[in-house]
């Protein structure tokens, strides 16, 4: 996170000029987890240093981060970026930029506030003056999460300071990455879309660095498809890898794919793949993963979480036990390891995690977490040993006597329990945050039990200070088959009591009613309901209530099938009838009954005025269609309210007014009607009128991408003249790429296709089919891959290639064992037996994904891929492997298809989403 608050900072001192084009990786990167010097580590240096970092844990407890500055020199670092970024900035401007640097800093790790709790000296390696040293350190922050980092450490002035830092989760440094931003923001000549991107991949990095995972996703989405600088793709990856997974664990693998292909592969990476193949219920692959993380980057909390979860779900519990004690020998802040080791081991092997939980560093807090785990579990022998153990810590702890009541309530002693509970309630002052607690635990209990050993009720209600908890707990106390008259009794007693305190609470007579309809009492629930109603303010703010309550009313009347009774006797009409026609048919009597109730009631209600409107109107009567229209537009009180009902009446006005050739008050309801409507009545209007070319505009405008109607919206209308429409260019009437919205859901960004056979991806055979599609297109390195370079194909790995034309990059992936590892589909919903046999045969799979088309800055959004660069990626798909195609995945909609030739054809279309229509499934 340090790292992410390095690169706001730069970017507030260079204002938009930073967020230009990065093109420069990190010349030297680490090569992961340094190693761990044999060398004497007690030398003066060696002292000096674990001071500073022991300063330095202690500093980050400060509520602002000002005296932390202080361990940093920024003129030394910007002086490392400026010579790096090979950009001239005299020393005035360098002077200015490190004081920037340092304020920039400084606000951010304040916003963020990450406290050291703890930290390690992994190793540190000097040059040979031993004034400036690389410092391998591992930290654990108040969050319980732990970070591996390298800092340069350089002597200036006799005294220690941070030169430069990485975090090696990215392993990028601050200072080649910052220079490369320098370098970049010096270059005038960056597409204002690019420098969009890079502004927008940091917002989603610094959301990242604040855990606001929900706004760094947001920041992506807003960019993708935009082009970055080379140099950035694999943060991009990186970052989109981290933030995907809880939200989209297949995307997340999707973006470590190109993280691995395209050399930017970080230790993290190995985590979050597992973490994603966790999420995805791959257990073997998760637990790989972990191990694998475990094995090249040492003991770490989270991955042994992710490796134990996943070993416990393939049933190798042993293993899982071993993987949680990592997990809490690694990291005890971190109670949710204990939690799961406590859970999953058996009673009798108690002495594993009791020394694990006396040495959690605060057994209270621990303590709470526990027990709640273990009352979840139904494990009242662990809880009571878990509470021995408190005890012997702390015989005062808060909440140990409420964890022997629950005990005693686990083991099915609820008469010792309740007692136990009623007892804690007494001893617990009135102030304090845990009585309303208590006391519903007390009444959920005593619920539950009051059918079977009746429980005293209503004296249980009269201790509870809560009595609206109270209340709403014990009314439905007799919902068992078993409920005593005993029972009712003491429900009404408690009733009385109740009303006598808060009968001018609308909700307790609310509940009361649903007990009385829960019973069938329905008399007794209209009552209730009623009253309930004439409690309940009349206001803007109790509008929902009032709605509800009057519609659990009426629900009184259908159960006693007393429709028209309900009609005459409730308010308002509109809202009565509507609900009491909900479930019956048109043909129904009642239903009949009802209309023709409603309409005598009613007879200017829009729904009626509509229909005789109509009529008035087909018949040719249009003064009829105005006065009848006219009248129930002013009963709304606005004629310029599009409701529902008044959409159709003021379409009616309008044809009627240009019936009557009155087109200047017909072009007023028109524009009076909202900005979606006004060019659909203007279009009828010049219709009527015989304007052909003014209707063309104004229908072409009423129906594009981003408007209220379709060309079928015209069709019942005779006022259009016979060929107007069919004859009318419409081309314009839907943005083109540079102007729509991109749309996942509807676009073709990537295509998998499940194979029978295995199909290597390889320049080579890229180069093949790109030629065979008409491309010329050549093959370059890897290093040679620039920002600007187009019409290429790069093999990055033995199984990836990107692909460059127009200013699209197109990721061709290959994989030689079955999708996800899973040959079965366990991740879809497939309805097709046919899919799913075809699916069951796969052993290998092929990707093509866009993921950089040409974009307009001045959107505001991404746009759509360019028709012409979705059906090249389709045809790309067919030609690589349609002779061993067996599925085909859409995978941001997770619908699925049979590869067949209509498959292809529809493909291949121009519509290609369409060939996915007839296989709708779910994740």
């Known amino acids: 996170m340090r790292f992410l608050c390095f690169v706001a900072a730069v970017g507030c001192f260079v204002g938009s000029a930073v967020t230009s084009v990065l093109s420069a990786q990190d010349p030297n990167p680490p090569a992961g987890q340094p190693a761990v010097q044999p060398a004497n580590n007690n030398t003066v240096e060696h002292r000096e240093i674990r001071d500073f970092f022991q300063r330095f844990q202690e500093t980050t407890k400060d509520e602002t981060a000002e005296k932390l500055m202080e361990f940093y020199d920024f003129d030394a670092m910007v002086q490392a970026i400026v010579e790096l970024a090979d950009v001239p900035l005299p020393p005035p401007g360098q002077a200015q930029m490190a004081v920037a640097l340092r304020n920039q800093v400084q606000t951010q790790l304040t916003t963020l506030g990450v406290t050291w709790l703890r930290h390690k000296i992994v190793s540190t390696d000097f040059d040979q003056q031993r004034t400036r040293a690389e410092v391998f350190i591992r930290n654990w922050t108040e969050s319980h999460g732990t970070s591996r980092e390298i800092f340069v450490l350089q002597k200036i002035g006799g005294q220690w300071k941070i030169v430069d830092y990485n975090d090696l989760s990215m392993d990028v440094s601050m200072v080649s990455f910052t220079a490369a931003v320098m370098r970049d923001a010096s270059q005038a000549n960056a597409p204002v879309e690019m420098l969009q991107a890079v502004r927008g991949l940091l917002a989603s990095m610094m959301a990242a660095a604040q855990e606001d995972t929900y706004q760094s996703v947001n920041e992506l989405d807003q960019i993708r498809g935009y082009r970055l600088p080379h140099s950035m793709e694999g943060i991009r990856w990186k970052l989109a890898a981290a933030v995907y997974t809880a939200w989209d664990a297949a995307e997340a693998i999707e973006c470590l794919d190109k993280v691995d292909a395209f050399g930017a592969s970080a230790p993290f990476a190995t985590y979050v793949r597992s973490n994603a193949y966790l999420i995805l219920e791959r257990y073997e692959l998760a637990a790989k993963y972990a191990q694998q993380y475990l094995d090249e980057f040492g003991a770490d909390a989270d991955a042994s979480l992710v490796l134990a979860a996943a070993l416990e779900e393939l049933g190798r519990t042993d293993e899982a036990i071993a993987a949680y004690k990592a997990a809490v020998t690694d990291t005890p802040e971190n109670v949710e390891s204990l939690v799961q ?268 005025v509509i229909e005789d409107a109509t009529e008035a109107y087909q018949s040719g009567d249009y003064e009829k269609t105005l006065d009848l229209v006219g009248a129930s537009l002013k009963r709304s009180g606005s004629e310029q309210n599009d409701t529902w009902q008044e959409m159709p009446l003021r379409r009616l006005q309008i044809r009627a007014l240009a019936q009557l050739k009155r087109f200047d008050e017909a072009l007023l309801a028109a524009r009076q009607a909202g900005v979606e409507h006004r060019d659909y009545y203007r279009a009828i209007i010049y219709a009527v009128k015989g304007d052909r070319e003014r209707f063309e505009n104004a229908f072409v405008l009423s129906i594009g991408d981003e408007t209220y109607y379709a060309r079928e919206d015209y069709d019942d209308l005779d006022e259009i003249p016979e060929g107007w429409i069919g004859d009318t260019d419409t081309t314009s009437a839907t943005p083109d790429a540079s102007q729509r919205a991109f749309d996942r859901d509807f676009e073709i960004r990537r295509l998998i296709l499940l194979l029978s056979e295995p199909r290597n991806v390889d320049a080579g055979r890229v180069l093949d089919a790109a030629s065979d599609m008409g491309l010329q297109l050549f093959a370059i390195e890897p290093q040679r891959v620039t920002t600007d370079e187009d019409e290429y194909v790069c093999q990055w790995n033995g199984n990836a290639c990107t692909l460059a034309i127009d200013g699209c990059r197109y990721f061709v992936h290959s994989g030689n064992t079955p999708f996800l590892e899973d040959r079965e589909g366990s991740n879809f919903l497939i309805e097709s037996d046919e899919v799913r046999e075809a699916y069951a045969k796969h052993n290998a799979w092929i990707a093509i994904d866009i993921y950089t088309w040409p974009q307009n800055a001045q959107a505001g959004h991404p746009i759509a891929i360019p028709p012409q660069a979705e059906k090249r990626l389709c045809e790309l798909a067919k030609r690589l492997a349609q002779d061993v195609a067996l599925v085909a995945i859409h995978i941001d909609t997770e619908q699925i298809a049979k590869c067949d030739e209509a498959f292809f054809d529809k493909l291949l279309s121009n519509d290609p989403i369409t060939a996915f229509q007839n296989e709708i499934v779910e994740p």
């Open 341 to 608: 080791l406590i859970t999953l081991l058996p009673v009798q092997r108690k002495e594993e995690w009791t020394p694990l939980f006396q040495n959690t560093p605060i057994p209270e807090e621990a303590f709470e977490l526990i027990s709640d785990s273990l009352i979840l579990a139904e494990k009242p022998d662990v809880l009571q040993i878990l509470i021995d153990e408190m005890a012997a810590i702390d015989p005062q702890a808060q909440l140990i006597d409420f964890y022997r009541a629950s005990v005693l309530h686990m083991r099915g002693q609820t008469d010792a329990a309740i007692d136990a509970l009623q007892e804690l309630i007494r001893k617990t002052d009135e102030a304090s945050d845990w009585l309303s607690w208590f006391e519903y635990t007390l009444c959920e209990w005593v619920s539950d039990d009051v059918s079977r050993s009746g429980s005293d009720l209503v004296s249980v209600y009269s201790q509870c200070s809560d009595k609206e908890t109270a209340f709403e707990w014990f009314l439905s106390a007799d919902e068992n088959d078993d409920a005593t008259d005993a029972v009712r009794n003491q429900i009404n007693e408690m009733i009385k009591l109740h009303l006598q305190e808060f009968g001018d609470d609308p909700n307790a007579h609310r509940n009361i009613a649903w007990r009385a309809f829960r019973l069938k009492d329905y008399e007794t629930a209209k009552t209730e309901f009623r009253t309930a109603i004439s409690l309940i303010p009349d206001d803007e703010e109790h509008e929902y209530d009032l709605a509800e309550t009057r519609s659990e009313l009426i629900s009184c009347y259908i159960e006693q099938d007393q429709y028209a009774q309900a009609y005459r006797e409730l308010e308002p009409k509109e809202e009565v009838f509507s609900i009491l026609v909900e479930e019956l048919d048109a043909d129904d009597p009642t239903y009949q009954q009802l209309l023709k109730l409603h309409r005598e009631t009613d007879p200017t209600n829009p729904r009626f």
